[in-house]
Each structure stands twice: as structure tokens, then as C-alpha cells.
């Protein structure tokens, strides 16, 4: 049985599908909710760290404190322990950010259900070999990788963003989509004004917005079978 440790930035962007996966190989987890003050418990008690998305920036640590006490605790989980990492769209960005790269604003946000290809490296990857050379994710974000850290792969990119995934050294990853997705998560994130707002925003209409509810729940089965390849991938480590 494995113990797995989840850091989870705002209330709405949970660990989605990776519950059910980790119920069905019967682990256990631990969320630790750090935008409303959680600690970090000790790291040494668990087997795989995954890291949520979020609306915060990688670099807003005046706004958000415990970034920065994350990113340490990200730096010593794969510098020092070693043991897998997943990180999601926000925890893609906190990965390449703690351990040497950096991040920036997009010129052009991207944001839809829209496809991303496999780099050599990707199809070799043991997250991603089993995976189509190219199919579709739900993007949302609007910053991107600008410098990689040391030591890391690109495994799969997209037209508007060069480093859609990456593997760091031999047992860290991340995804700059959102792969947890299920059936209602994105009418879940609408809810919310802001998130309604920013995607009427970026998409440029109301309208349009609600056509990427409907995208997302189409291609959920199938990000479903994803993420439980790379929980049971990510279980070999």
C-alpha cells in the first residue's frame, strides 16, 4: 500500500479522478489544504507527492507565504528523497520553479480542450508510451515554462505552448493540462465568478465558455484512463 501526499491551492481544484485510482489500488492519501493555512507534514511518511493546480502564480509569494515553504518541500521531495512527483498545471509550474527553472506570463493565454503531441522522449517515457502520439487535454493557463531545470525532458508539446510535460531526473513529473478532469468538474470551476469571469475573458464570450463545459465532459472518459495509467505507472516507483 502506498501513502500519498497531495497539495491542494484552492478549494475547487482537487485531486479529481486520482481519488478514485488511489481507492481502487486501496492507498491512502493525505490532502493538505495549504491555502487555508495546513501544514506539511512530515515527508518522509509517504510514497508519491502530487501537486493541484491553482489560479495563484508561481512567483506571488508576497500574496501566497506558503509557496515558498511549498517549493521547499518540493526541492527536498525530488532533490533529496528522490520518490515520484506529479505536478498539475500550477504544480507543473512549482516543479520547474523549485528546482532552478522559471516561469512567465503567456502573450496569448491557452485555454480549451485542445491536443498536445508527444516529443521522442515522451513516447519512450514510462508516464506516456502507451499514450496516442497526439491527443487532446483541457488547457487553462496562462503562464508557461520560459527556462527548464537541469536534468529534464520535454515529453509532449502544443501549438501555443512549447513544454506541455516534462520529466525531471528519473522519477518527477509534470503536466501543464489538467488530466484529473471528470464528468461536471469545469461547470464545478464556473461556479465560481472568477473562474466564469477569466474564461469569458479568454474565450471571448459567454457562449464559448460554456461550449468548453461541454468539451471537457466529452473528453473526460478518456483522461480518465490517463491519469489511471500514470497512477499506476507512477506506483512502480
Same mark, same amino acid.
Request: hydrophobic share 40%; proline share 6%.
Given at each position: ?18 481519488? %478514485? ?103 519512450? %517515457? ?45 522519477c518527477a513529473w509534470g ?23 477569466c474564461a469569458v475573458d479568454? =474565450? ?5 465558455? =460554456? ?10 472518459? %478518456? ?15
Amino acid at each position: 500500500m502506498m501513502n500519498v501526499l497531495i497539495f491542494q491551492h484552492t478549494q475547487g481544484e482537487g485531486p479529481g479522478a486520482f481519488c %478514485d485510482h488511489i481507492a481502487r489500488h486501496e492507498d491512502a492519501m493525505q490532502i493538505v489544504h495549504l491555502y487555508k493555512g495546513q501544514s506539511i507534514p512530515p515527508l518522509d511518511e509517504f510514497d508519491l507527492l502530487l501537486v493541484m493546480g491553482g489560479p495563484m502564480d508561481v512567483w506571488e509569494t508576497g500574496t501566497y507565504p506558503w509557496l515558498t515553504i511549498e517549493k521547499q518541500a518540493i526541492r527536498t521531495w525530488v532533490r533529496d528523497f528522490n520518490r515520484p512527483y506529479l505536478g498539475i498545471c500550477l504544480g507543473h509550474q512549482l516543479l520547474i520553479d523549485a528546482l532552478g527553472g522559471t516561469c512567465a506570463r503567456m502573450q496569448i493565454p491557452e485555454i480549451g480542450v485542445l491536443p498536445v503531441e508527444l516529443t521522442g522522449n515522451g513516447r519512450e %517515457d514510462p508516464l506516456f508510451a502507451s499514450l496516442p502520439r497526439q491527443f487532446p487535454v483541457l488547457q487553462w493557463h496562462g503562464v508557461a515554462t520560459a527556462d527548464l531545470p537541469p536534468d529534464t525532458a520535454v515529453l509532449a508539446a502544443s501549438d501555443g505552448c512549447a513544454v506541455q510535460a516534462i520529466r525531471v531526473g528519473d522519477c518527477a513529473w509534470g503536466v501543464q493540462f489538467h488530466p484529473e478532469i471528470v464528468q461536471g468538474t469545469i461547470s464545478t470551476w464556473m461556479e465560481d465568478k472568477g473562474n466564469h469571469q477569466c474564461a469569458v475573458d479568454w =474565450l471571448g464570450s459567454a457562449d464559448a465558455a =460554456l461550449a468548453l463545459e461541454n468539451e471537457s465532459d466529452r473528453i473526460a472518459a %478518456d483522461q480518465y484512463r490517463m491519469t489511471s495509467e500514470f497512477y499506476s505507472a507512477l506506483r512502480q516507483f
